[in-house]
């Protein structure tokens, strides 16, 4: 166990609909990180929060968006889903210090179907 | 060119035997190295991190960097069932901010 928490475990939209994904970091990290995972794919990276901002993205839309809390947990939104954002959704969490990132741990992650 | 590249696999090996994985890399600046297990249904689980050249032993793991040929590997010594998973190559450089870039994957099943 990583100590990354994530919820929902499982969700079902439909298309053109906003889906909000959660995400409680492990003690001590700083840092959320957000991965796209498709089925047979390896992780891709959508953004990652520092300090309650976005520090970096990925090849991934606008309407792929995020937050992140004082307590270092953090949101992300899709809005306008379509169905080729059915996937595994990872949080990870880590430290950054001195503007690296050390390891990432992932939670047990959230399966979006979009019908 | 994908930034990151596993063998394809599916790779088999009997129980015992030592299971070789691959993963070759774009970015010359890379600098963090890490290999990931991922049960069917999971997330990814950390095995092991490698950031300087040559060989780090974790029990019955090795993984094996050369930053020369852009080419990290993973060992898996005394493969036992619970070691079929897939096995995930990830990369972090300083020119991404660190964060990670993630191979397909190799899907390795050890037989009893």
């Known amino acids: 166990e990583t100590g990354v928490t994530q919820s929902p475990t499982h969700l079902i939209k439909t298309r053109g609909q906003q889906v909000t994904l959660r995400c409680s970091s492990q003690?001590?990290?700083?840092?959320v990180s957000w991965y796209q995972q498709a089925l047979g794919q390896g992780p891709q990276f959508i953004f990652q929060?520092?300090?309650?901002?976005?520090?970096g993205r990925g090849n991934f839309p606008p309407r792929f968006s995020g937050l992140q809390f004082p307590n270092y947990s953090s949101e992300l939104n899709v809005n306008a889903l379509e169905l080729d954002d059915s996937a595994l959704y990872l949080c990870?969490?880590?430290?950054?210090?001195?503007?690296?990132?050390?390891?990432?741990?992932f939670g047990p992650g959230t399966r979006l179907t979009v019908l | 060119q994908k930034e990151v590249e596993q063998n394809s696999g599916p790779l088999s090996v009997p129980e015992g035997a030592i299971a070789s994985l691959n993963c070759t890399y774009s970015?010359?600046?890379?600098?963090?190295f890490f290999w990931y297990r991922q049960y069917s249904g999971k997330s990814p689980e950390l095995i092991m991190f490698?950031?300087?050249?040559g060989d780090k032993e974790d029990g019955r793991f090795t993984a094996q960097l050369n930053k020369a040929s852009q080419y990290v590997s993973l060992l898996i010594r005394d493969s036992q069932p619970s070691d079929s998973a897939t096995y995930l190559c990830?990369?972090?450089?300083?020119?991404?901010?660190?964060?990670?870039?993630f191979g397909a994957g190799t899907t390795v099943t050890v037989r009893a």
């Open positions: 990830a990369v972090a450089a300083r020119s991404n901010d660190y964060k990670l870039s």
């Open positions: 970015d010359r600046g890379s600098q963090s």
């Open positions: 990870a969490s880590s430290l950054v210090s001195s503007g690296i990132t050390d390891t990432q741990y």
């Open positions: 490698i950031y300087s050249n």
């Open positions: 003690s001590g990290h700083n840092t």
């Open positions: 929060y520092y300090r309650e901002e976005e520090n």
